[in-house]
């Protein structure tokens, strides 16, 4: 006998069955969710073959399917059990942390720090959301915080004796890192401790850096101050000569007088802890000439080593070639002055011939031991130039011009220091 028709109405009947509401599947039992089902009929049953049942969570729940079937093997299509919604685990941000409302959980809040000295670079917070996945990524914290470092207040010192600096000292500050405590370098700008610093204020500074870059800085002053006479000024017809300078405290001052001119009053002076000068007020009064001396030579050694002569020797007073001499140096006696020239005239023949230093007369004796001693001839026209050591240094039986006159005068090895501090004292005969 064929048994496929039997087979074929069997399943029928069991179809049958199923659909007319024969228990099939398990029955669903939803925690944490809603359940709504239909058979393909349109009937409202919960369990028989060919169901379809929709699943809905609560919120903070989620179901591995929206929808399940009832199948022919009397199981449920898929899972459809509502699971809590939970993110994945937070990753701890480097020198930082967080702190959660609620751990992993759905709508947990999280709440991210970072440790003291580093700031937050991203979000503050991150939520858990229905789609398992938090709101924002894991921000990092970073270093931003500049280093601090403190510098020394204002130094202030006085120079010492004699000297334009001061030794200052100071010790190095420390830079101090917010965040992880580490510096990498540390910059001076100025002098280093222990250095000699002139007069004046000098603004110092030192920076120190992070591993992150950050830098912090601080500034100090240093401030050196000398102790000062007030000014001196080399007297007229002299020069000064100071060390240091020339009015700070230790300070030392020497005068000269050029030459035809005395010293008068204190040779050298010294600034005083006290801010004065030692000693007097010095002055360069002129040479006082003693024209009442018995000999040429007695006359001739009050200029040694102070003023050069030129001796003009003439007959009368009417010559032509002491007429022309004299009227060219009258007009040059600044440039006599300055090479510390004295001129002696020399006229007439003994007994009537009259000797004169400017204004000042010499006794006709003395003025013939004059020419005796130097070998002046008195009929004719003679000149004589004697140098500061008494030596005859030219004889001239002509008129000569006030430049060849000071030419050959600034040619002397004495002339050449002379004018190197007449430069310095800014004499000339332009001022």
Known sequence: MDMWPLVLLLVQLCVCSGYEGTPWCAPIKLKHGAVSCRTPRGDHHRNVMGTRCKIRCNQGYESQSSEVVCMASKHWSSNYACREIRCPKLD??????????????????????????????????????????????????????????????????????????????????????????????????????????????????????????????????????????????????????????????????????????????????????????????????????????????????????????????????ANHNYRFQMTNLQHAQCGLDLRHVTVIELVGTYPAQVGRIRHRLLTPALALQLRILLRIPQRSFYMVLVDKQGIDKQRYPFPITTAELFTTIDTFPLRKDEMELQQEAGQSCQS
Not at 160 to 178: F, Y
Not at 256 to 282: H, I, M, N, P
Request: with cysteine; glycine share 10%; charged share 25%.
């Open 92 to 317: 701890m941000p480097v020198n930082g942390g967080y702190k959660c409302s609620d751990g992993s959980d759905f709508n947990s809040r999280c709440q991210f720090f970072c440790s003291p000295g580093f700031s937050l670079k991203g979000q503050k917070t991150a939520t858990c959301q229905h789609t398992s996945v938090w709101s924002v990524g894991v921000p990092t914290c970073v270093d931003l915080d500049p280093p601090k470092i403190k510098c020394p207040t204002l130094k202030d010192k006085w120079a010492e004796p004699r000297k334009l600096t001061a030794r200052v000292t100071w010790d190095t500050p420390e830079g101090v890192d917010t965040a992880d405590g580490i510096l990498t370098d540390v910059i001076l700008k100025g002098k280093l401790s222990k250095s000699d610093f002139p007069e004046g204020l000098h603004k110092m500074s030192y920076t120190v850096f992070d591993r992150a870059g950050n830098k912090g800085s601080c500034r100090f002053t240093v401030r050196v101050r000398v102790r000062r006479c007030s000014p001196l000024f080399p007297p007229d017809n002299g020069y000064m000569k100071c060390d240091g300078d020339k009015d700070n405290y230790g300070a030392s001052c020497e005068f000269k007088c050029t030459g035809g001119f005395e010293l008068q009053g204190s040779a050298a002076r010294v600034c005083q802890y006290g801010l004065t000068w030692s000693g007097s007020d010095t002055t360069c009064a002129p040479m006082n000439i003693n024209v009442g001396v018995r000999s040429a030579a007695a006359l001739l050694d009050q200029f040694y080593e102070k003023r050069r002569l030129l001796i003009i020797s003439a007959p009368t007073a």
